[in-house]
């Protein structure tokens, strides 16, 4: 029952602890165990009765099927098998996750089973869009700006249409707190936390119940971190390391921008910045709204600020001048790009949780077209004050850029 708990965890879009480890070897694999394969099919031999295996830190696993092998689909979300269905190894398909039960050979690269647990690619990505809904409808995104110890309280600073909020969040013993780890990028990877990590600056994103007047908001879920977010221009670009090189706007020095697999990479076009209300570069208008989106690997992120729901050019315009949260929504709705994508001398902005090397950044979400948003985010020029020459003024402590979503 415990090995079940476990793989509903892993599978069921729940945010899990799992312990770094070295993808080159699997002697610490959390997704191997003498008794027990946990992972992704990412291949099917019907005729050799072979699948192979793909663990959460990377360990490829053959399962060797046999004639007395069972199968049997579960519903993400079920802890137990009452709802178990008998299936065929027909119905397997790639991208569905497994648990194979049996005796783990020595080098831990192959398992004969007679146990087969399923939960189907289909069912896993509606449950996480499911979540992703909850979280859309019923959670708060902001930057914490005060702490109080005494009482287990924070204060988030959050955006909505017509400007900046503070909302006080208090964090008892029953709320389920997580914290993204230095050079972590999925929301997934966010760890077991206690109210003594909680600083100023921390991102904050909670799912539960805001007050009537919505001065406050009482969480079931709180995930925590502490990101950076520059932009800067693209000197080179090597796709085979997916290593960027970027020279930063703001403190005019060489950063190397790291896109792993499960790194989020958008395009702004140009049309959105008359969408946005005519806030092009070097066009002037209100002070916009913070960024935000997050990873979107077969966990998909992508923020709403404040709970917001709706599609870009919505009747947002006046929003994201007015410091609208909707910018969040719209920045989900960019398009997808990859590495490819990318040029020198593009402007992007990238988020990235603080890693232990201030001169790499482990990108959860990449976006390019990045001059037209800058030109959105910066503040209002002040009559009479001196123009001021950083591009990158808007990204200050109220940009919500790194944590996404389920």
């Known amino acids: 029952m415990k090995a079940l708990f476990l793989f ?11 312990e770094p480890i070295n993808a080159q070897t699997t002697q610490a694999d959390p997704g191997i165990t003498a008794t027990r394969v946990i992972g992704e099919v990412k291949g099917i031999d019907v005729a050799a009765k072979q699948l192979t295996v793909k663990t959460d830190a990377g ?5 060797v099927l046999s004639d007395a092998t069972t199968y049997s689909r579960i519903p993400p979300g079920e802890t137990t098998m ?5 299936i065929t ?5 790639e991208g569905d996750r497994v648990m194979a039960s049996g005796k783990t050979a020595d080098d831990r690269r192959s398992i004969p089973t007679r146990k087969l647990v399923v939960m189907t690619k289909t069912d896993i990505a509606k449950k996480q869009e499911h979540e992703r809904m909850e979280w859309r409808q019923r959670g708060i995104l902001g930057v914490i700006s005060a702490v109080k110890p005494d009482t287990k309280e924070v204060t988030i600073s959050t955006r909505n249409a017509t400007g900046t909020q503070p909302v ?3 964090i008892s013993d029953k ?4 914290r993204y780890a230095p050079d972590s990028i999925k929301f997934s990877d966010a760890k077991r936390s206690d109210f003594t990590e909680l600083k100023v600056g921390d991102q904050v994103r909670a799912l539960g119940d805001k007050s009537t007047d919505g001065t406050r908001f009482t969480p079931e879920r709180v995930v925590t971190g502490s990101f950076r977010t520059v ?3 693209v000197t080179a670009i090597d796709a085979a390391t997916g290593e960027i090189k970027i020279n930063e706007l703001e403190k005019k020095q060489p950063l190397t921008i790291v896109i792993k697999p499960d790194s989020v990479l958008r395009k702004f076009p140009a049309e959105f910045g008359a969408m946005m209300g005519g806030r092009g570069p070097g066009a002037g208008g209100g002070q916009g709204g913070p960024g935000a989106s997050g990873q979107r690997s077969g ?38 790009i990859s590495t490819v994508d990318l040029k020198v001398g593009d402007t992007i902005i990238v988020s990235s949780t603080k890693g232990a090397d201030p001169t790499r950044l482990t990108a959860i979400t990449l976006v390019s077209g990045a001059d037209r948003l800058l030109a959105m985010l910066a503040p209002r020029p002040q009559p009479g004050a001196a123009q001021t020459p950083n591009p990158a003024a808007g990204l200050g402590s109220g940009v919500t850029f790194g944590i996404g979503l389920p």
């Open 89 to 93: 190894l027909a119905d397997l398909g």
């Open 8 to 18: 509903l965890a892993l599978v069921a879009g729940a945010v899990l602890v799992v």
């Open 59 to 63: 360990s490829i696993v053959t399962v």
């Open 299 to 336: 966990n998909g992120q992508a923020p709403a600020a404040g709970g917001a729901s709706g599609g870009a050019g919505q009747g947002q315009g006046q929003g994201m001048r007015a410091g609208g949260g909707n910018i969040a929504d719209m920045l989900e709705r960019l398009p997808m």
């Open 82 to 86: 009452d709802k178990a269905v008998t």
């Open 175 to 178: 709320v389920d707190l997580r």
């Open 231 to 233: 932009a800067g221009t």
């Open 168 to 170: 006080i969040i208090p």
